[in-house]
């Protein structure tokens, strides 16, 4: 058996840090709207050049960001990559977070009988990150043949749904039409 060595403390503090500034670059690419040189990058993260640029080579070797030259055919800028964008569908995608989020708003829809959100602040905006909705409850005595209820649907789509249909099922709703067609 192998005895291995704890990594000392500062070698793994620098390690983070390290990985935080690299979340950094991409963050800021990503909210940027347009590319950025290294020296505005630089300036704007408060990393020295030197730093940034064997930062910024290192990710664009993997694929997270790519220089793109600007109007002039110099000076190249830098921009988030491909490889940042697959991180970014898979991430939104990836269904175990909303679906554990959906569960904790359900809970929550059946005990207060209304909407509701889960938001993140993001600076001074808020990020939607899962919403339930709820229907509207058939009354009692309300048994005529037909009889519907509207239901909002989590595209925002307001359906006129038969009473049976509760909070959290799946519906197939006529694209054309905007219609109920079934309970799935």
């Known amino acids: ?23 950094a670059v991409l963050e800021a690419l990503a909210s940027a709207g347009q590319p950025y040189t290294l020296s505005q990058l630089s300036v ?24 793109m030259p600007d109007s002039r055919g110099y ?3 830098i921009t988030l990559g491909p490889r940042a964008a697959q991180l970014a569908l898979s991430a939104l995608s990836n269904n175990t977070f909303t ?5 904790v708003l359900r809970a929550l ?11 993140a602040l993001d600076n001074d905006a ?8 709820t229907t509207e409850p058939g009354f009692a005595g309300d048994t005529a043949q037909g009889a ?4 909002t649907t989590e595209t925002g789509l307001v359906v006129q749904v038969p009473l049976f249909v509760g909070e959290g099922d799946t519906i197939r709703v006529d ?6 067609q079934t309970r799935l």
């Open 148 to 151: 519907r209820k509207p239901a």
């Open 1 to 23: 058996m192998h005895a291995t060595s704890p990594v000392p403390a500062d070698t793994a503090a620098l390690d983070d840090a390290r990985v935080l500034r690299a979340l």
């Open 126 to 133: 808020v990020l939607y990150v899962e919403r339930v909705e």
């Open 44 to 67: 704007r993260l408060h990393i020295p050049k030197a730093t940034l640029l064997r930062m910024i080579e290192a990710l664009e070797a993997r694929g997270y960001v790519v220089h």
């Open 175 to 180: 694209t054309r039409t905007g219609e109920y």
């Open 109 to 119: 829809v059946d005990v207060l009988g209304e909407t509701c959100n889960l938001t």
């Open 99 to 103: 679906r554990g989020c959906r569960a």
């Open 75 to 77: 000076d190249r800028a």
